[in-house]
């Protein structure tokens, strides 16, 4: 397990058996979706699973938080996207994903910080990362040697040493790993 905290924002002291992140879509409009991967060898129930949004480098969170619903079978993934979101977007719920590229998404267990896209408290201006790889108007995608999310909320984040970054508006990867 990779276990590499500076500046990743990533792959820290999370167990490798919980969920994280595996996609993230900030396209055009309502093109938002969030897509998370169960690594584990059982079905998670989501009932006590949570996506909050941290908005501009806020230290609280949007409201309402979003409560996940159904579950993720052993190595499957579930999106969850916004409702007015493209047809395109195949999800498995839909949810008031309202983020743009300086917004901080965190995923929690039972409220406990199991995976974060972004930095909680910092406004990184318009995005974090730059080229194919910004968190604004980008699709970004979990390389597949990360196995484990982040669980510092507040730890300097720069994707491009987790996530691998595709243009605005690609959906072709939701639904695989």
């Known amino acids: 397990t990779e276990n590499n905290q500076t500046n990743s924002g990533g792959s820290g002291t999370g167990s490798s058996n919980d969920l994280f992140f595996s996609e993230y879509i900030e396209g055009s409009s309502n093109n938002k979706a969030l897509e998370i991967y169960n690594p584990s060898e059982i079905p998670v129930d989501l009932s006590e699973y949570t996506i909050e949004i941290y908005a501009n480098g806020k230290t609280t969170p949007n409201t309402p938080a979003i409560t996940l619903s159904g579950s ?21 719920m839909t949810g008031s994903l309202y983020y743009n590229g300086d917004d901080a998404a965190v995923l ?16 990184p201006g318009s995005a974090w990362g730059s080229g194919n790889t910004s968190t604004k108007d980008r699709t970004l995608r979990r390389k597949a040697n990360i196995t484990e999310g982040d669980t510092d909320g507040t730890d300097a984040f720069d994707p491009v040493t987790e996530w691998d970054g595709f243009a605005k508006d690609s959906f072709d990867g939701l639904g695989s790993r």
């Open 72 to 92: 993720i079978v052993p190595g499957g993934l579930f999106v969850i996207a916004h409702p007015s979101a493209s047809d395109e977007i195949s999800a498995d």
């Open 108 to 123: 929690k267990h039972n409220d406990k910080i199991i995976d974060v896209i972004g930095q909680i408290g910092t406004d």
